[in-house]
């Protein structure tokens, strides 16, 4: 059910050919690891950490960890529901449940369905604002903020008395700016992201799911008409139709949680790639961590940061990638969603390890 591996990355080009994130340049090799290193002979918690929950042990590695939260995840009622606005989503199994957990040097644990891809829908835009950063710096935060809005992820609301200006990049008014922005540096913000996510997953199959993407744009009409209103104010730069075009195909994007899981590296890492090369400055990095922390499980963040305490990314595909900086880094899925379109089981899961290994940001 569950099993630790060592992935030995290796150079993939990918649909747009070699490129600043297409990884076409040869790594040098790494030395296989153990799959497991106990952080002290004895197991126990020293004196001046926190407090652990009792009976866990600390140590590198995480499997036992993984395995007890998926014990305690099946025997839990209540898991949710599947996003039913998506047609192609609705029917996905709420009792399904994967996580893994990716160390700083690609070590990955993983329990349950922590392999099977699945649709990673707004986690996607963690990505993307990571590579606009990239590409043009602070110019990104002259179109959009980085606050919480405490509206749903695809209100309307502010837009307006904000003069087009999105509120975070991570509601869907702000994730349609986001890909504008990739779009217009890059001529394709999909296979842009799609050859990143690839390169940092080893995952070269990695692509977007055609049904999902088409569903959505048969029911975006509300995606629509906030880029549309967005474009109003010259805060949109591509046409609309191409910018939806892109959007919808970004957020049909299937990857594993093992994919997820080693694709965040970078931001656990500081800004550094899997190859060791930078693609964010260390404080760009926490830039992206502090956003995902406030803004990063739409208007349920505070709740997330008082039960999880770890910078977070959610998808209504039942995703949930989250970052411990400096250590590792995890993404949990579970297709039954809570009324703000958080995994119920995946929150649980992340809250259930907090608990168990002390890591957290506070």
């Known amino acids: 059910m569950a099993s630790a591996y060592w992935r030995r990355r290796t150079p993939v ?6 490129g600043p994130y297409g990884g076409a340049a040869d790594r040098p090799a790494r030395r296989e690891m153990p799959p497991a290193v106990s952080l002290r002979p004895t197991g126990t918690i020293a004196d001046d950490e926190p407090p652990h929950e009792p009976g866990v042990t600390v140590s590198s590695s995480f499997q036992p960890v993984l395995d007890r939260i998926a014990a305690d995840i099946a025997s839990t009622p209540g898991r949710g529901r599947p996003a039913d606005y998506i047609p192609a989503l609705a029917s996905a199994d709420p009792r399904r449940f994967g996580m893994a957990v990716a160390e700083l040097d690609g070590t990955v644990y993983g329990v349950g369905d922590w392999r099977v891809p699945f649709s990673t ?15 043009e710096g602070e110019t990104l935060w002259e179109h959009v903020g980085r606050e ?11 837009l307006e008395y904000e003069n087009g200006i999105p509120r975070n990049p991570f509601i869907n008014a702000g994730a349609l700016v986001v890909t504008d922005r990739l779009q217009a540096l890059t001529g394709n913000a999909v296979s842009t992201l799609c050859d990143f996510l690839r390169v940092e997953s080893g995952n070269t199959d990695l692509t977007f799911d055609e049904e999902v993407a088409a569903s959505e744009s ?55 790639r899997s190859d060791g090369s930078r693609l964010l400055t260390r404080s760009e990095a926490k830039q992206v961590n502090a956003v995902m922390l406030t803004c990063g499980t739409y208007d349920a963040a505070g709740d997330f940061a008082y039960r999880v305490g ?5 998808g209504v595909g039942g995703g949930i990638i989250a970052v411990v900086p400096g250590r590792c880094t995890l993404c949990v899925w579970s297709p039954g969603l809570d ?10 899961a992340l809250d259930r390890f907090t608990t168990l290994t002390g890591l957290s940001v506070f």
Request: net charge neutral.
């Open 13 to 18: 080009t990918g649909e747009s050919g070699p």
């Open 121 to 135: 829908q707004s986690i996607t835009k963690a990505f993307t604002v990571a590579l606009v950063l990239s590409l």
């Open 148 to 158: 919480p809005s405490g509206n749903p992820f695809n209100s309307l609301v502010q």
């Open 218 to 272: 048969a029911h975006g009409d509300r995606n629509a008409a906030l880029a549309h209103f967005i474009a109003s104010y010259g805060n949109i730069t591509n046409p609309v139709p191409v910018l939806l075009d892109q959007y919808f195909r970004q957020c049909s994007i299937e990857a594993s949680c093992a994919d997820l899981a080693l694709a965040a590296g970078f931001l656990a890492r500081h800004g550094v």
């Open 310 to 314: 770890l910078p977070g990314k959610s």
């Open 339 to 348: 009324e703000r379109g958080n995994s119920v089981a995946g929150v649980a």
